[in-house]
Nanobody
Framework: QVQLVESGGGLVQAGGSLRLSCAYS????????MGWFRQAPGKEREFVAT????????YYADSVKGRFTISRDNAKNSVYLQMNSLKPEDTAVYYC??????????????????WGQGTQVSVSS
């Protein structure tokens, strides 16, 4: 059974950086687009970034463009989210997700059918 496991969250001051990792089991996931989403208390889950199966295409939410970078290493069955210049409004639980049977990027939550357990990112002002 394929699983996604996130790591790398924590508490950081505004302006700082964190790198999130998502390890997935099952080599077939290398053929799927992957995404990062986040959910703050009392808010809906929102799109952050997505990457195509071969890593050649990426897409970001406007709120993180220029600050966050998504990447993947299919040899290591892993996806990463480098987060720089963090702001208090970036505070949320961050989730890694695998798109259902599709290599193309997507910003829509419903296009993803496998989710990790989430990792907390807290940014203090």
């Amino acid at each position: 059974q394929v699983q996604l496991v996130e790591s790398g969250g924590g508490l950081v001051q505004a302006g700082g950086s964190l790198r999130l990792s998502c390890a997935y089991s099952g080599r077939t996931s290398n053929y799927n687009a992957m995404g990062w989403f986040r959910q703050a208390p009392g808010k809906e889950r929102e799109f952050v970034a997505t990457i195509s199966s071969n890593g050649g295409t990426t897409y970001y939410a406007d709120s993180v463009k220029g600050r966050f970078t998504i990447s993947r290493d299919n040899a290591k069955n892993s996806v990463y989210l480098q987060m720089n210049s963090l702001k208090p409004e970036d505070t949320a639980v961050y989730y890694c997700a695998r798109r259902a049977e599709n290599w193309r990027t997507s910003a829509f939550v419903n296009d993803y059918n496998l989710w990790g357990q989430g990792t907390q990112v807290s940014v203090s002002s």
